[in-house]
């Protein structure tokens, strides 16, 4: 069975612009939730969707955004991106409808602002 | 607010036992996972307890103590690929939905 994907690996973008990230969970699993990792903060909870329904949002500004699609796979979008943004972004998916702490995270996309 | 502290870094001998500790502070608790990460690599999960005592599997056990808010994960017969950094997380949502709260990790380094 194929892993969690995410597309694109690296970005680099301009501070200011926007961007999207892609995720394709699992065959089967229907949650899949986001999260940021720098050195200084961590892993960070952004948001988590299910039954293309956003259940969960971290303590992120609305610049952070994403969505679900009928066929489980997810996009989390940056708007009017800033220095601070760069960072690892990771989503995650899992098979529980209830929250079991088993969650398959996928390689991340490195994004850096410049 | 919450909160997971756990050690930021811890050295041990090959073919050794370490123990990396985890106390918490949520509002909300639906079970402590331990998760695994490789410089450049993605989380993976290694145990969860949602409840009292010990889950072991293989090398890997980890422990819960709701009543202390606290955890462990014990790596038994240590191998160079075990360092890595380890994170404790917790589930902290009163819906049990998946958004973990992550441990600032603990990197652990073995030696020969």
């Known amino acids: 069975k194929a892993g969690v994907t995410q597309t694109p690996r690296y970005l680099i973008k301009t501070r200011g612009q926007q961007v999207t990230l892609s995720c394709s969970p699992i065959s089967g699993h229907r949650s899949v939730s986001w999260y940021q990792q720098t050195p200084g903060q961590g892993l960070q909870f952004l948001f988590e969707y299910f039954s293309e329904t956003q259940r969960n949002k971290g303590n992120f500004p609305g610049r952070f955004s994403g969505r679900q699609f009928s066929n489980s796979r997810s996009e989390m979008n940056v708007s009017t991106l800033e220095l601070g943004d760069s960072a690892l972004y990771l989503c995650?998916?899992?098979?529980?409808?209830?929250?079991?702490?088993?969650?398959?995270f996928g390689p991340g996309t490195r994004l850096t602002v410049t | 607010g919450q909160s997971l502290e756990q050690p930021s870094e811890v050295t041990a001998v090959e073919g050794a036992i370490v123990q990396i500790n985890c106390t918490y502070q949520t509002s909300g608790f639906y079970g402590l996972s331990w998760y695994q990460q490789h410089d450049g690599g993605a989380p993976t999960f290694l145990s969860y307890?949602?409840?009292?005592g010990l889950e072991e599997t293989g090398r890997f056990s980890s422990f819960l103590s709701r009543s202390d808010s606290y955890g462990y994960l014990l790596l038994q017969e240590l191998q160079m690929k075990d360092s890595a950094s380890y994170f404790c997380?917790?589930?902290?949502?009163?819906?049990?939905?998946?958004?973990?709260?992550f441990g600032t990790g603990t990197r652990l380094t073995v030696i020969p």
């Open positions: 995650a998916s899992s098979l529980a409808v209830v929250g079991t702490g088993e969650q398959y």
């Open positions: 307890n949602a409840l009292d």
């Open positions: 997380a917790v589930g902290a949502d009163q819906t049990g939905a998946n958004n973990l709260f």
